[in-house]
């Protein structure tokens, strides 16, 4: 991939590879290819597709997928305006139109009719159906679908069905290995690299308790709150709590466990 100049860089979302997951998202793009991300919640897998968009030079329209989305809510629908019935595109629309990038975020929580929807876009087809309007709009090169879901939450009623994940390339994201999320951390909050490594650490130590104890481990996403609350002058302690501790568990128990562990890892 060619670099941005130094203006387009500028406004570039931040985001530091940790493999090849920058150059396959492009050979997707360049191939017509849907790409779908799978990991745990808060290792960065919105923040790579809003970086891998803004250096294509594409417009990104996301969609944050819950029980309630449907088909129309992707493709659009007829609304009054002013005395008028009129078409409006919803986002899946647009971005076909636009030859733009659609990204889906936690898939697996829209309604099943949404993916029946997904499905002539992600194969030879690259097509669009609208049988509202009676249109059949045909995906431009520039064109990309991303999905993404987090495997560690997939149950028997929502899961992606094997006929709907073998329509995409894709790949698996986890959190960091330390010395890339120890960057990271420093390069998003601001604060002083050693003041984000026992954060980094402590990390480390609180994923080894999921299943056990939590859901989910410590994210990312947590740690940039953390060390961003540290570097406006919050006390270590109250950003720990506020920032990791409280956001992790509602189980008083479990919460003071986790503190006894920031204690023993920070002092």
């Not at 790579?48 to 594409?58: I, K, S, Y």
């Not at 009623?157 to 290995?177: G, M, N, V, Y």
């Not at 990312?220 to 953390?226: E, G, S």
Request: contains cysteine; charged residues 25%.
């Amino acid at each position: 991939m060619s670099m941005p100049d130094a203006k387009t860089a500028e406004a570039i979302p931040y985001y530091l590879p940790v493999g090849n997951e920058c150059e396959l998202f492009e050979l997707a793009w360049r191939r017509q290819l849907p790409l779908l991300l799978k990991g745990p919640t808060g290792c960065g897998k919105t923040r790579f597709v809003a970086h891998m968009t803004a250096r294509l030079g594409r417009v990104l329209h996301t969609v944050p997928c819950h029980d309630d989305l449907t088909a129309a809510d992707l493709t659009g629908r007829y609304l009054l305006r002013g005395g008028d019935t009129v078409w409006v595109d919803g986002p899946l629309t647009r971005a076909v139109r636009e030859g733009g990038v659609c990204y889906l975020d936690e898939v697996v929580e829209a309604r099943k009719d949404v993916t029946v929807v997904l499905h002539p876009l992600t194969d030879h087809r690259r097509v669009l159906p609208l049988d509202r309007t009676g249109e059949t709009l045909h995906a431009p090169p520039e064109f990309m679908l991303i999905v993404s879901y987090n495997p560690g939450y997939q149950n028997v009623l929502k899961s992606l069905k094997p006929s709907t994940r073998q329509r995409f390339i894709a790949i698996e994201f986890d959190f960091p290995p330390p010395a890339a999320e120890l960057d990271i951390v420093t390069a998003e909050s601001g604060l002083p690299r050693e003041r984000c490594q026992p954060l980094v650490t402590l990390a480390g130590r609180l994923r080894a308790l999921k299943g056990v104890d939590l859901e989910e481990g410590c994210s990312t996403r947590l740690l940039v709150y953390c060390a961003s609350l540290m570097a406006a002058g919050v006390k270590l302690e109250d950003a720990v709590m506020a920032a990791i501790i409280e956001p992790l568990t509602d189980d008083a128990d479990v919460k003071k466990g986790l503190v006894e562990v920031a204690r023993a890892i920070l002092g």
